[in-house]
């Protein structure tokens, strides 16, 4: 059984830092697998923010610059790290692992298992 478990949201001020943790168990290893971070706000669609497969790392336009998306692959965790967060930011924040690949790194449709998310607010 897959499970990505999110943790570290919370509400900052704008300006600020969060630091997002997944730690993946199962059949999920981030060593070998995608794995990617998503975000959805209020009334928009699901969109990914960070990914990182075997083929290198990518960011939305967005948030590149002031997230950096990393693993500790013998915790079999990957982590989000954001700075710099601005009041656009405030989003729940999914984890996600693709089996094994995502060819398309930031599209969701490349992602079969997902946590449960984790709420960022920021505020002015």
């Known amino acids: 059984q897959v499970q990505l478990v999110e943790s570290g949201g919370g509400s900052v001020q704008a300006g600020g830092s969060l630091r997002l943790s997944c730690a993946a168990s199962?059949?999920?290893?981030?060593?070998?697998?995608?794995m990617g971070w998503f975000r959805q706000a209020p009334g928009k669609e699901r969109e990914g923010v960070a990914s990182i497969t075997s083929s290198g790392v990518y960011y939305s336009d967005s948030v590149k610059g002031r997230f950096t998306i990393s693993l500790d692959n013998p915790k079999n965790t990957v982590y989000l790290q954001m700075n710099s967060l601005k009041l656009e930011d405030t989003a729940m924040y999914y984890c996600?692992?693709?089996?094994?690949?995502?060819?398309?790194?930031?599209?969701?449709?490349?992602?079969?298992?997902w946590g449960q998310g984790t709420q960022v607010t920021v505020s002015s």
């Open positions: 996600a692992a693709a089996v094994p690949v995502a060819r398309v790194p930031l599209s969701r449709m490349e992602y079969r298992y």
């Open positions: 199962g059949y999920i290893y981030t060593g070998s697998n995608s």
